[in-house]
């Protein structure tokens, strides 16, 4: 029947949420944009299209500028881009600095990479 289809939609989309987050903020960066956690590892949520962008595999997850997101595994870190909502550096690095001319420098071990805001790397 129609009543159970809809009943075994909504089930899907409550548990796919329950794997993926016990908790999730009332806001963070914006009102669609939330962290949610889910055994001490946080994710990324989409309030407004009900979607998870990151799933809870990270360690941290900060505001790094007004277009992106610090994401942590441990002491290594990437950007995820709210603009183009996707990871964009790599979470591999010891260091990230902040956007120059639409660049940013990621170093690790001590050797600097370099990359735009769509998360190409330059060379």
């Known amino acids: 029947s129609i009543c159970a289809m809809f009943f075994l939609k909504w089930l899907i989309k409550k548990l796919h ?64 881009s709210l603009t183009y909502r996707k990871i964009i550096v790599p979470v591999m690095y010891d260091s990230i600095s902040q956007f120059v001319n639409s660049v940013t420098s990621a170093t690790v071990q001590g050797t600097e990479h370099h990359y735009d805001v769509k998360g190409n790397e330059l060379r």
Do not use: P
């Open 17 to 80: 949420y329950k794997l993926n987050a016990d908790n999730i903020e009332g806001s963070f960066i914006n009102s669609e944009v939330v962290r949610i956690a889910r055994k001490s590892r946080i994710g990324l949520f989409d309030k407004s299209k009900n979607k998870v962008l990151l799933s809870s595999t990270y360690s941290n997850i900060e505001k790094f500028d007004n277009q992106h997101l610090l994401i942590s595994k441990g002491n290594k870190k990437g950007l995820y």
